[in-house]
């Protein structure tokens, strides 16, 4: 069963980390170059997924931190810290390749920009519950505190998007993005897929190792022997006092 | 070892109706927000050093940005929300440490008081605690940088729903972080993020009440506010139990 | 209310921190005005098993009822019921002995007299926050707050810790005093033992002995002596193939 599930999480990481290559060799050899921004445009094969990926891992450790709360069972603490750890490192990618991408488009390192700003607070939100919870010694209150702060957090990620584009558009359009066209899709697709794979292979692995983790630190050692009968004959005395 | 033995069923007590439990919890409410803001009277040192740190940092920010006027008065509305929600935090700290020093909490769990009735009375004492700070650093906010309110009556509903935006995940932080080693540098790393969004619509819709608002933007702001405090104090409300019974 | 259901009933209670069973296999049963006294070495499980007894502590196994009920699922209802003295006095530092009384009293939705009760303790004069209150006044005051709940079932760990003559005499009486069950968890054998009916002998987690409160005494000494002769508590004693 461990074995197994480390095994797929080898796999699909293996295979993800294939479909990558085979996305970026199709998307920075094949596809044609991008109209308004040229080569610079080909991050958005790599940027986009991440993107993706980056929501959707925590989706599902906001998802994990319910079942957490819920069943109070180390599986799915341990999946949700494995998630919520895949989707921050998605977003500290996401937040160096936007960097990348807006220095040569838009002439800066940083902008206002809704997603890289949202991307920014979430970095920070979901990086502290992980801090959260390496300061915290006890199984369940551990835990507690992981489901409950990856709630909290990820309730916030529509509100601050919406906040953020909001206060943006007030004194500069939001930047749009071109349609995108077929040809640029097929490899586009593929490193979505790829990045997916590669995302939930990690979990799969992180996950069996918190939780391996987590039963060896709550190992139920043997309960003590009952005790033997205390015999009070050899009392000597009345007690003292 | 024997098998445990079940006692025979106990008639219940007569189940209490939705106005009584109701009352239960309001009550609850009032009694915790009556105990937190009496401990803070008792203690009003502290809440005036507290106010003194909140004045101290505006001075600073207008050192920080130096003579020029113009810009101060276009941040005063930042400087005045992050004047409070640098205070904020000591006080959500102080809140909660008056309950964890003396096992107070336990205490206040063996009562008869649900645990968000809990909950929603601390955070309501610490609104009405930050809207004190607030009603402090306001007037020297406004002397530091020459602005001047416009519209009061949005100046007093920014000030009241931005409170209320910072206490209700603040109260909720305060508790998960209550007993953890680092909790005086966690509780801001945990809430300053959170509550980007509320930041950003008391900011705007103060500078708005100051500067005047001819594009009608105020009540957009207001309803992020707004709906940023439903949804925080409904949220935490609902998890407090977990947190305080963990 | 039927009056013989056991206040508190415990089968086969287990505490785990971490990997060390602080409570094992304990099985006790209180019954409703019984005084029970817990005594023990320190570190013998004897305040985790009362935490658990206060619903303060989640169980890791066996079964637990209180007044009848389940203490997870009418917690409410259970914690109504019981009261807790410990070591944190579970008061505000900031406030006086009168608004620790009156916030108490709001808090349970009770009306309460507070003048009466604060000359009972002799603390009519005190308007300072307990922050400056001596040990035996803090005590006094829970114990008078204990009084006016008056629990079906009140828990005092340690409650003549600190207190000097005087003050255990003023304790020992108001424990006489109170109405309902009591558990005492105490290192004053023959002090606690004179107000019990029975008592509990806990080691290393698990409970060594239970008789009368009378013999308390004995078997704390008896206890002792078998440490000495075996190297060191049941652990030793298991390892020597149990005790002789």
Redesign the interface.
């Known amino acids: 069963m461990t074995s197994r599930s480390y095994v797929a999480g080898a796999a699909l990481s293996a295979i993800g980390f294939a479909l990558l290559v085979v996305a970026h060799y199709l998307g920075l050899f094949v596809a044609p170059r991008e109209a308004m921004m040229g080569d610079v445009g080909r991050i958005l094969y790599v940027h986009v997924p991440t993107a993706w990926g980056a929501l959707l891992f925590y989706l599902g450790a906001f998802v994990a931190a319910i079942g957490s ?1 819920w069943s109070g069972r180390r599986g799915w603490d341990a999946a949700t810290t494995a998630m919520v750890e895949v989707g921050t490192v998605m977003t500290f990618l996401l937040l160096v390749q936007g960097s990348l991408w807006a220095r040569p488009t838009w002439g800066t390192y940083w902008t206002w920009d809704p997603r890289l700003t949202t991307s920014a ?2 970095a ?2 979901f990086g ?1 519950v992980l ?2 919870r390496r ?7 551990r835990a ?2 992981t ?3 990856t ?3 990820f ?2 990620v529509p ?2 998007y ?3 584009k ?2 943006n558009s ?1 004194h500069q359009p939001v930047s749009s993005r071109q349609t995108i066209d077929s040809p640029m899709m097929q490899p586009l697709l593929i490193a979505a897929v790829a990045v997916l794979l590669l995302g939930i292979g990690l979990s799969v692995l992180r996950w069996r190792v918190e939780l391996a983790r987590l039963l060896a ?5 043997d ?10 004959s ?3 005395g009345a ?3 | 070892m024997s098998e445990v033995e079940v006692p025979a069923p106990l008639p219940r007590p007569a189940q209490p109706g939705l106005g009584s439990v109701l009352v239960g919890v309001f009550g609850g409410v009032l009694a915790v927000i009556r105990k937190d803001l009496l401990v803070e009277w008792r203690a009003r040192a502290q809440v005036v050093a507290l106010l003194g740190f909140a004045v101290v940092v505006l001075l600073l920010f207008s050192f920080a940005v130096g003579p020029d006027s113009m810009a101060l008065a276009r941040h005063a509305g930042g400087y005045l929300w992050l004047a409070l929600l640098l205070s904020s935090t000591l006080l959500l700290a102080r809140s909660m440490q008056n309950e964890v020093e003396s096992g107070a909490l336990e205490g206040l769990l063996l009562v008869p008081v649900p645990a968000a009735s809990i909950f929603y009375g601390k955070a309501l004492a610490n609104t009405v605690l930050l809207v004190l700070v607030a009603l402090v650093a306001l007037p020297v906010d406004l002397a530091i940088t020459g602005a001047a309110i416009v519209s009061p009556g949005v100046a007093v509903a920014v000030v009241v729903l931005g409170a209320a935006g910072v206490a209700a995940p603040g109260t909720f932080y305060a508790a998960l972080t209550a007993r953890v080693a680092g909790r005086q540098l966690l509780l801001p790393l945990l809430l300053f993020p959170l509550i980007v969004p509320a930041l950003l619509g008391a900011v705007k819709a103060t500078t708005l009440a100051m500067t005047g608002d001819p594009m009608g933007q105020v009540p957009s702001w207001l309803t992020l506010l707004l709906a940023f405090d439903l949804i925080y104090w409904s949220l935490c409300g609902l998890l407090f139990e977990k947190v305080v019974e963990a | 209310m039927s009056s013989s259901t056991p206040v508190v009933q415990a089968r086969d209670l287990c505490r785990r921190f971490g990997r060390r069973w602080a409570v094992a296999r304990v099985d006790l049963d209180v019954q409703p005005g019984e005084r029970l006294l817990i005594i023990g070495a320190n570190g013998s499980g004897k305040s985790t098993l009362l935490n658990m007894l206060a619903t303060l502590l989640p169980i890791t196994r066996g079964s637990l009822r209180l007044f009848g009920r389940d203490p997870v699922q009418d917690r409410a209802e259970v914690r109504r019921r019981l009261a807790i003295v410990r070591h944190a006095h579970g008061m505000y530092e900031d406030l006086s002995a009168r608004d620790n009384l009156s916030v108490r009293a709001s808090l349970l939705g009770r009306r309460i007299d507070i003048p009466r009760l604060l000359e009972q303790v002799r603390l009519e004069d005190r308007g300072d926050p307990i922050r400056a209150y001596s040990a035996g006044m803090r005590k006094r005051l829970q114990l008078a707050m204990l009084q006016f709940e008056a629990p079906d079932l009140a828990m005092l760990d340690e409650p003549f810790s600190a207190l000097d003559p005087a003050g255990c005499a003023d304790v020992e009486g108001m424990i006489r005093a109170l109405p309902g069950a009591v558990i005492i968890v105490s290192h004053q054998v023959e002090r606690a033992g004179k107000l019990c009916d029975r008592a509990i002998l806990m080691e290393q987690g698990l409970m060594r002995w239970s008789g009368p409160a009378s013999q308390a005494w004995e078997a704390w000494r008896a206890v002792q002596r078998d440490d000495v002769r075996t190297g060191g508590g049941p652990a030793g004693a298991t390892a020597a193939g149990g005790a002789p």
């Open positions: 709360l607070v979430l920070a939100a502290v801090l959260l300061l915290i010694d006890q199984p369940a209150r507690t505190a489901a409950v702060a709630i909290v957090a309730v916030d509100i601050v919406f906040s953020v909001w206060w007030l630190e709550e190992a139920a050692p309960l003590p022997d009952a005790p033997a009968p205390l015999d009070l050899g009392a000597s007690p003292r006092g």
